[in-house]
């Protein structure tokens, strides 16, 4: 497992995710992305006055957000959370034809992957799966858009994928790892997962999505 660092602004005022242990390298990092945003932000003013104008210096607020990438490794197969590696078009693509997600545009789904943990499965540097963790990194969290494109399917890379995001450090502590599937059950059964324990403990609230075509499923 590898670790590395993506800094994206100006999206979020915390190092993300929160919780994560900083060290002198990533305090290095942090204060390095800090000093050359406002350095990029410092801009010059003229107050007006009519008996005199100081030149200002404003520094307007800074935001970053460190990312913490990790990545798995298997032969040619590669997952990882690097949000800069998801191809929005295969991703898109995938969904838009799903049961679950048929018709999503484009757009809506890159709001969810900015706003997720997400997982890309890679087969020599393409991206040939995919799945979406929208946590809190401390107590809960959802999977979902869970998929291997179908040349793909049936070589242990599902379970793989699945393994690796039960497992991930960013999730350790969580006490709840929840999903919802029309078919899969037997799937997520093999890695452990178990229908809901006091289904009636559980309650939901259904939305309508004007965007979704339920007639014109393909899988
Ligand atoms: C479901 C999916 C992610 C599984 O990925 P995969 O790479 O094909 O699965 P794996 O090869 O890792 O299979 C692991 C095990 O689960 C079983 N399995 C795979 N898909 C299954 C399914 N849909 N239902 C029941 N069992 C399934 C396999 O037979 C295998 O069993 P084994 O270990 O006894 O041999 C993939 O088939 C897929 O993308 N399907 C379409 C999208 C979808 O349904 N996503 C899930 C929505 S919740």
């Known amino acids: 497992m590898t670790f590395s660092f993506c800094a994206k602004l100006p999206n979020c005022c915390n190092i993300y995710p929160p ?3 900083t ?7 942090i204060s390095h992305v800090i000093l050359s945003d406002q350095r990029k932000r410092r801009i010059s003013t003229r107050r007006p006055s009519p008996i005199r104008s100081y030149p ?12 913490m990438c990790h990545e798995y490794q298997k032969d040619d197969f590669k997952i990882s959370t690097n949000p800069a590696l998801l191809d929005v078009d295969v991703i898109h693509a995938f969904l838009s034809r799903s049961y679950w ?17 997400c997982f890309g499965l890679y087969y020599q540097n393409r991206q040939i799966g995919f799945a979406r963790v929208i946590t809190d990194y401390t107590t809960q ?9 179908e040349t793909y399917q049936g ?9 690796c995001i039960a497992t991930c450090p960013d999730l350790r502590g969580i006490r709840h790892l929840m999903l919802a599937t029309a ?11 178990s229908e ?3 289904p009636e403990n559980f309650m939901e609230k259904l939305y309508y999505r004007p965007w979704f075509k339920p007639d014109e499923v393909d899988h």
């Open 19 to 21: 919780g994560i242990p």
């Open 23 to 29: 060290n002198n390298l990533t305090r290095k990092f």
């Open 56 to 67: 200002k210096t404003v520094v307007e607020p800074l935001h970053v957000i460190i990312l």
């Open 101 to 117: 997600a048929r018709g999503i545009p484009r757009d809506l789904v890159i709001k969810s992957l900015d706003n997720s943990l």
């Open 141 to 149: 969290a959802y999977l979902c858009d869970v998929f291997i494109l």
């Open 155 to 163: 070589q242990g890379l599902g379970r793989w994928l699945i393994e």
């Open 183 to 193: 078919d899969a059950q037997e799937f997520y059964r093999k890695i452990g997962f």
């Open 196 to 198: 809901l324990a006091v």
